[in-house]
T-cell receptor, first 113, second 116 residues
Framework: KAGVTQTPRYLIKTRGQQVTLSCSPI?????VSWYQQTPGQGLQFLFE???????NKGNFPGRFSGRQFSNSRSEMNVSTLELGDSALYLC????????????FGPGTRLTVL | AQKVTQAQTEISVVEKEDVTLDCVYE???????LFWYKQPPSGELVFLIR??????QNEISGRYSWNFQKSTSSFNFTITASQVVDSAVYFC?????????????FGQGTRLTINP
């Protein structure tokens, strides 16, 4: 089975721009979660989608949003980028129930200049 | 609020030594899961183990073992006879409650360096 894939792998944007990151989960997985990893704050939960519905949300401003499509693929969007948004954005998928282990993708490295 | 503490920021040992990574968690829930993940230099988080709050049995998988003690809210990870390939950042994580089940709260991570 193919693992979780994320595109693009690297991205450079300037302040004020917006960005969309994409995640394709493992085939058959219906839950997709997003995490932000920075040296200062570590790994922080952004949100989780299950069957096209946001099921959980972390403590991030409304500039961070996401969605999930009927094929379970997910996108996250960050509008009005700030320097502090520079981070590794990780996507994880899990089968369908609760408490499943999550399988992570390689991440998208976003740099905001 | 849930919290995970990995007090050891960095550990450096010589190959073949045993090493234990500490993890202490805080939660008010009686139902929760604990996880360990490994993050090699490539950046991708690799799942190692999941343990639920009702199962305090220790687990061994090859050179890896985990000790879960609810009395001290700890879930420690031991690598026996460490190898250079074990060098990575290791994260302990917690998820609790039905509604938050897919939300992982991570510790700050422990950077483990195995020197040849």
């Amino acid at each position: 089975k193919a693992g979780v894939t994320q595109t693009p792998r690297y991205l450079i944007k300037t302040r004020g721009q917006q960005v969309t990151l994409s995640c394709s989960p493992i085939s058959g997985h219906r839950s997709v979660s997003w995490y932000q990893q920075t040296p200062g704050q570590g790994l922080q939960f952004l949100f989780e989608y299950f069957s096209e519905t946001q099921r959980n949300k972390g403590n991030f401003p409304g500039r961070f949003s996401g969605r999930q499509f009927s094929n379970s693929r997910s996108e996250m969007n960050v509008s009005t980028l700030e320097l502090g948004d520079s981070a590794l954005y990780l996507c994880a998928s899990s089968p369908n129930g609760v408490y499943n282990e999550q399988f992570f993708g390689p991440g998208t490295r976003l740099t905001v200049l | 609020a849930q919290k995970v503490t990995q007090a050891q920021t960095e550990i450096s040992v010589v190959e073949k030594e045993d090493v234990t990574l500490d993890c202490v968690y805080e939660t008010r829930d009686t139902t929760y899961y604990l996880f360990w993940y490994k993050q090699p230099p490539s950046g991708e988080l690799v799942f190692l183990i999941r343990r639920n709050s009702f199962d305090e049995q220790n687990e061994i998988s090859g050179r890896y073992s985990w000790n879960f003690q609810k009395s001290t809210s700890s879930f420690n990870f031991t690598i026996t006879a460490s190898q250079v390939v074990d060098s990575a950042v290791y994260f302990c994580a917690l998820s609790e409650g039905v509604t938050g089940a897919q939300k992982l709260v991570f510790g700050q991570g422990t950077r483990l360096t195995i020197n040849p």
